[in-house]
């Protein structure tokens, strides 16, 4: 079974915080993706990785970067956390090739910024 | 206009109803269709892939119509285990893109 793990279920940052945003996965995939999900607004594509040391801007990247120094793990970094930050992150990874589109999400980190 | 577009519901049906969702794209040159299930407090999971000639996966059944550019979801004889929200997911044309998500239909199966 694939398994995409995320380093918290839920994270209470302070404006101005630098936050670090984990997900590992075990299934030797090359994509990883992060996402935030909203109330009304659905599943927002921050940032994506086809392999490692590579990343691409998704649809909302202002506000956040990434690092994949390694295949299985992918951090999303909040700079300078906000309020309108505060969000569900949802990390996926899918494989290469014809299954590309089967994305394995993690259970994903309710973050609270205050 | 949006990429991916689903009535958000809520859809509420009574155990053993049939209930049917639909899904619109926009790009006409879009590859690849899907339907994902998310449950209240869960990450999302791949249901089903959408192929032109239907598709079927017991109670679930997945139809593509490329010259009106939607895609149907068919759930016959709902279990209250049914009750999620399901994402209309659509792959755009160039081969190294990421997925469109719907926001999502969410469906209530009622005793």
């Known amino acids: 079974d694939v398994k995409v793990t995320q380093s918290s279920r839920y994270l209470v940052k302070r404006t101005g915080e630098k936050v670090f945003l984990e997900c590992v996965q075990d299934m030797d995939h090359e994509n990883m993706f992060w996402y935030r999900q909203d109330p009304g607004l659905g599943l927002r594509l921050i940032y994506f990785s086809y392999d490692v040391k590579m990343k691409e801007k998704g649809d909302i990247p202002e506000g956040y970067s990434v690092s994949r120094e390694k295949k299985e793990r992918f951090s999303l970094i909040l700079e300078s956390a906000s309020t309108n930050q505060t969000s569900m992150y949802l990390c996926?990874?899918?494989?290469?090739?014809?299954?590309?589109?089967?994305?394995?999400f993690g259970p994903g980190t309710r973050l609270t910024v205050t | 206009r949006k990429e991916v577009e689903q009535d958000p519901g809520p859809f509420n049906v009574p155990e053993g109803a049939t209930v049917a969702f639909n899904c619109t794209y926009s790009?006409?040159?879009?590859?690849?269709f899907f339907w994902y299930r998310q449950d209240c407090r869960k990450e999302p999971k791949l249901l089903m892939s959408?192929?032109?000639s239907g598709n079927e996966d017991g109670r679930f059944t997945a139809q593509l119509n490329r010259a009106s550019q939607y895609i149907s979801l068919l759930i016959r004889d709902s279990k209250l285990s049914d009750s999620a929200t399901y994402l209309c997911?659509?792959?755009?044309?160039?081969?190294?893109?990421?997925?469109?998500f719907g926001k999502g239909t969410r469906l209530s199966v009622i005793a």
């Open positions: 997911v659509v792959s755009p044309p160039s081969g190294n893109t990421p997925l469109v």
């Open positions: 959408v192929y032109s």
């Open positions: 996926a990874s899918s494989p290469a090739g014809t299954r590309q589109y089967e994305q394995y």
């Open positions: 790009n006409s040159a879009s590859q690849s």
